[in-house]
């Protein structure tokens, strides 16, 4: 007997697909580049308005389906949890982990911008000598932001953080409430799998999406890129890196106690994505599909990556600390001890806040080095290489979601330690074979 699965097993993976674009993407980017890029009337009139088409198309579709998706995954994910006692100690882990690990990430990012100083040598318009840097404010304010005024406002803006506390109250709601909000809580637990239906629908353009992405940044700026900032390129790269292979590592042997060859086996994929698209949305849904094969309960999964979307920017932090002390040294500004760490703490607060979105960063270390009364040479420096940056950020951020819902199911005595032997062995056809009953539970129980 045919199993009906032999067709698609045949496929090719989505991973190998992306990784295809990313390449080609590189190629092609340089090819133009090389022709002139948008020196050339024909490539800046005609190509990369297409290319920039196919890899908005793309952008737009995630963020279009990215705000409904986390709203009802984190009001079913709390209703699922079924009292407040569980959804308090799972949430209050979450948090504290993503703030920890956030703390560490910017540390990580200003020990080695002290030790490679990539700001030292570079000289940008006048050095003014005469700069006076600001104290950094409290972070009650930041605190205060998460609390929407009104949620429709946050929700047509997209403004995730609010969202989620807003998810979050309401999901506390229902479980208060028990059998009287079943037909809404049910009412969600639909909702929440049609998003899922409507991302399966858009993963299939992401390749294309990949592909112009990387074409448009890669022809625009070429190879001059990596130049007057190789340094800064270089720390943000390392910073990203320690973070991802130690103190991830570290999270996973002795917190989660997973086989990192294991992880990285099934988390690799959601980090090429991450790494291409440069936006921790697109890789949502693989992070989804991946946390299950690795044993953490979907309860879980379903609270904490959705959360850690938006909240869990560990990447983000490693920049927001290395940008600040780089504007300081471009400027021979001596930032004493307390003021980093301080930077380091707002860095944090900020990431937290920041939407899933590429070049979202750029944007809000504006706003921090403008607060602090730099400048913003700095940030003229690194715009036309912040996608390049980014691409290590973004990783980590998504890379960063999926260990902490690890670390939290284990520490909730939850991980599913069968199922991570399984995911040892997995084949890629075995991947697929999963991912594909694991979507007809999603199709069985919205029609139950």
């Not at 963020?63 to 709203?71: A, G, H």
């Not at 709390?78 to 009292?83: E, K, M």
């Not at 690990?101 to 080695?112: C, E, K, P, R, Y």
């Not at 004493?336 to 860095?347: E, F, K, N, V």
Request: net charge neutral; proline share 5%; with cysteine.
């Amino acid at each position: 007997m045919v199993s009906p699965l032999a067709g698609e097993k045949k496929k090719m993976s989505l991973v190998k697909k992306i990784f295809i674009g990313l390449i080609g993407g590189v190629i092609v980017g340089y090819i133009l580049n090389f022709l002139g890029g948008t020196e050339n009337p024909f490539i800046a009139d005609y190509v990369f308005p297409f290319l920039s088409f196919v890899g908005n198309l793309f952008i737009r579709l995630i963020r279009m389906v990215v705000v409904p998706l986390v709203l009802f995954c984190i009001i079913d994910a709390a209703v699922s949890l079924g009292d407040i006692k569980k959804l308090r100690s799972i949430g209050v882990k979450t948090i504290v982990f993503f703030l920890a690990s956030g703390m560490i990430a910017a540390g990580i990012g200003l020990v080695i911008v002290n030790i490679v100083k990539p700001g030292i040598g570079i000289t940008i318009g006048e050095m003014a000598n005469e700069i006076t840097v600001n104290q950094i404010a409290g972070p009650y304010e930041t605190i205060l932001n998460m609390i929407p005024l009104n949620p429709f406002t946050s929700l047509s803006s997209g403004d995730m953080l609010p969202i989620i506390v807003f998810a979050l109250f309401l999901g506390l709601a229902l479980i208060a409430l028990g059998e009287k909000a079943a037909p809404v809580a049910n009412g969600i637990k639909v909702l929440s799998d049609a998003m899922f239906r409507m991302i399966l629908f858009i993963l299939g353009i992401i390749p294309y999406g990949v592909f112009g992405l990387m074409a448009v940044a890669l022809g625009t700026y070429g190879i001059k890129i990596f130049g007057p900032v190789l340094k800064f390129i270089a720390v943000d790269y390392l910073a990203n890196f320690i973070m991802v292979a130690g103190v991830y590592s570290l999270f996973l042997t002795f917190i989660a106690r997973v086989s990192i060859r294991t992880f990285w086996k099934h988390a690799f994929e959601p980090w090429l994505l991450a790494f291409s698209a440069c936006t921790t949305n697109a890789a949502l849904p693989r992070s989804m599909k991946v946390a299950p094969r690795l044993g953490v309960p979907k309860e879980i999964s379903n609270f904490v990556l959705p959360l850690g979307a938006t909240a869990n920017m560990n990447g983000t932090c490693i920049y927001f600390a290395i940008i600040v002390l780089f504007a300081a040294q471009l400027y021979g500004v001596d930032l004493p001890i307390s003021q980093q760490i301080l930077a380091a703490g707002t860095a944090t607060l900020l990431s937290v806040g920041c939407a899933a979105t590429p070049q979202i960063g750029l944007v809000i270390s504006t706003t921090l080095l403008t607060s602090l009364g730099f400048p913003l040479d700095a940030i003229a420096l690194v715009a036309g290489i912040y996608r390049i940056v980014d691409q290590a950020h973004t990783s980590t951020n998504a890379t960063g979601d999926i260990v902490t819902s690890l670390c939290i199911a284990a520490m909730q005595g939850e991980l599913d330690r069968e199922q991570l032997k399984v995911a040892a062995t997995m084949t890629p056809a075995d991947i697929i074979e999963f991912d594909a009953k694991a979507e007809e539970e999603v199709i069985l129980s919205s029609n139950v």
